[in-house]
């Protein structure tokens, strides 16, 4: 559908799964359903995006600031961040992400980082703080120890926009302002 939005005139003969919330979420399963051959309808209230979506730090994590607490999520989210790198990566700037240790920070903690990551399949490398340093000169030099994790940047509107466009071209419609 081009140069003009979508209304209900447009909607489908048929419609497997209706879908509130044109966030993250339901374009994500509006795209997911659609390549399994369902036909969805999406109805979000606002315009899409616009609720937690659009307003999230953009962080597109890793998992490594679950593996102390909560490893199975830090498993979730390393094959997340690979999915998503593979299916969207016009929307990701690798920024890359580093870790560090203050001096606060619990010894054990530290410790066990690297050790954790690995548990996790999260990537994990030691780097060198003269060159963190450089890059980062408003960096704490009391900062003990850092680790370089894939961290990125995801930007929502395009990832939920290419959801919906992959979406559309299986018969699955998405409808704003509802
Ligand atoms: C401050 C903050 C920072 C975050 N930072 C990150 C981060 O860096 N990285 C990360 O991975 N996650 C982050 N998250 C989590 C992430 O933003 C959410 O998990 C994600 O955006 C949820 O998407 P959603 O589609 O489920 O919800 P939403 O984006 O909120 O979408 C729900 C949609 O439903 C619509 N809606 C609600 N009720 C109705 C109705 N009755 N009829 C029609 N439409 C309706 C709303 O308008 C909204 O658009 C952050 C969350 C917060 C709060």
Redesign the pocket.
Known sequence: MTGRTAGPSDLPRQIDVLI?????????LLRDLARRGLRGLI???????????????????SGARYIAKDIQAARECIAENRILRRIAPGCIEDTGGVFVATPDDPDDYVAAFGARCDAAGVPCDDVVLADLFRREPALNRRIRKAFRVPDAS?E?WQLVEANLADARTRGSLALAY?
Not at 45 to 56: I, L, N, V
Request: net charge positive.
């Open positions: 509130i919330g044109g966030g993250a979420t339901g374009a994500g109805v979000e209230k606002g315009d899409r995006a616009s609720g937690t979506s659009g307003r999230y730090h953009g962080l597109l994590h995801l929502p509802q």
